[in-house]
């Protein structure tokens, strides 16, 4: 009952209430185009499509295909879903280190992120123009376009009928506007409704293809080991709760001063550094990039290259090459996006201008330095985290050999970030209004 009560409480603040049936009908909206094929395709071409969708199981195809909740095998609308958008924000954030211009909006607080948005969008809708043209020829060449995505069709399997290039920049404009279109309901969502949006987003398309998932796992799998996979699952889902709360503490002490009548500061408060920093980027991140090699290799004209990128990236088996790029790309960004989220140099000088200081730490240069360094060890194990949960579902299933599941640690670390940020905003405007939220 209490939990219930918590419940009503979202709904009896109208401005929040506003937010969530706002989040609520845009993602409805998503869903939606995700349904709508685009024009010229064979309808019952798309069904043989996702009946070998469902034999593969694993394989860069199926798992881009959870992101898009069904859109690529539906050849819809909404086909690349968000991906362009993240990858286009990846290339931005790497190109800042690089690019004094990029450096220098980043540090112009709002206006310059403004800027930097505006060129995301941009590259955004370059990224959905080649992967657009990749996909239509993958799909007019049918079997040989896709092998290197770990899929297998049917023979003969025709999605384009009468192909002609008319038909072919019409697809590609539709799916580029597509992509627009989602890019603009994640940044609405984020503006209006509840949550980051395009996080929001890829948790809709992942939760959609979760029921159809967990059917195929127990028709293959049985009972016994369908059980066990669920005990593992909430076991996964408990350690990442405790992870993403886990904090280390650094204490600040602020001198006492006078001002005017009134006596200001003597006070301690502490600065939370999350173990988990970077939360659930640098999984996404990676896994966007290790889908892009085998998105390339549709149109790459040497087969040596296709087969190392099939059998290494695009296939259902987990090879130590995958596992090796996986790690490392992970632990990449758990740092870089660490250092981009917590500028030690920008902190101490906080600190030192509210005239605080750490206990032990003089202020200035030293307080720098000890940020850093608590940062950088208490990254790792968030890192190394991060990639135990990624990779040990695939290990599990591997010993049962199941193919047909393709929900790993990614997806069920998404979702659980995704919820956890959600949540804390939620609980964070009924604790202004004076309501108990569902943290507590």
Request: hydrophobic content about 50%; glycine content about 10%.
């Amino acid at each position: 009952m209490q939990g219930l009560s918590r419940l009503v409480n979202m709904f009896r603040v109208p401005d929040l209430r506003n937010k969530i049936l706002f989040t609520i009908f845009i993602v409805g909206v998503f869903r939606l185009g995700s349904h709508i094929p685009v024009p010229y395709v064979d309808f019952r071409a798309i069904k043989d499509l996702r009946e070998a969708r469902d034999q593969a199981g694993g394989g860069v195809l199926p798992f881009l295909d959870l992101f898009a909740g069904g859109a690529l095998t539906n050849v819809a609308v909404f086909f690349l879903g968000i991906m362009p958008y993240i990858t286009a924000s990846i290339i931005m954030q790497l190109l800042g280190v690089v690019i004094p211009k990029l450096e220098e909006w980043q540090k112009e607080g709002q206006t310059g992120q403004k800027k930097i948005t505006q060129w995301t969008r941009y590259l955004t809708v370059a990224l959905a123009l080649v992967q657009s043209t990749a996909f239509v020829f993958a799909l007019r060449r049918g079997d040989s376009g896709f092998s290197p995505l770990g899929i297998s069709l049917p023979e003969g399997l025709v999605l384009i009928p009468d192909f002609t290039p008319w038909k072919a920049v019409m697809i590609v404009i539709t799916w580029t506007a597509g992509t627009a279109l989602v890019m603009w309901l994640g940044e609405l969502i984020t503006q209006r409704g509840i949550g980051n949006g395009m996080s929001i987003l890829i948790f809709a398309s992942v939760v959609s293809r979760l029921p159809f998932q967990g059917a195929n796992l127990y028709e293959e799998t049985g009972g016994l080991p369908f059980y066990l996979i669920i005990v593992v699952a909430v076991a996964m889902i408990a350690g990442i709760v405790t992870v993403e709360s886990g904090q280390r503490r650094i204490p600040v002490q602020f001198a006492k001063r006078v001002v005017g009548r009134r006596m200001y500061g003597g006070q301690s408060t502490y600065i939370p550094l999350k173990v988990n920093q970077s939360g659930v980027i640098p999984v996404i991140f990676a896994s966007s990039l290790l889908g892009f090699p085998a998105l390339v290799a549709t149109v790459l004209p040497w087969d040596g290259a296709k087969e190392f990128i099939s059998e290494n990236f695009g296939n259902t088996s987990i090879t130590w090459t995958y596992v090796i790029a996986y790690s490392l790309l992970i632990l990449f960004f758990a740092y870089f996006y660490t250092a981009i989220a917590f500028n030690p140099q920008q902190q101490a000088d906080v600190i030192r201008k509210q005239g605080g200081f750490i206990p032990g730490i003089r202020p200035g240069p030293p307080t720098e330095r000890y940020l850093a360094k608590v940062l950088n060890r208490i990254t790792l194990p968030g890192a190394l985290f991060l990639m135990v949960i990624a990779l040990a579902p695939f290990l599990v299933l591997k010993i049962w050999s199941i193919q047909t599941f393709i929900f790993g640690g990614t997806t069920i670390l998404i979702t659980v970030g995704v919820m956890l940020e959600t949540m804390k905003q939620i609980d964070s405007q009924l604790m202004m209004r004076n309501y108990e939220g569902f943290l507590r």
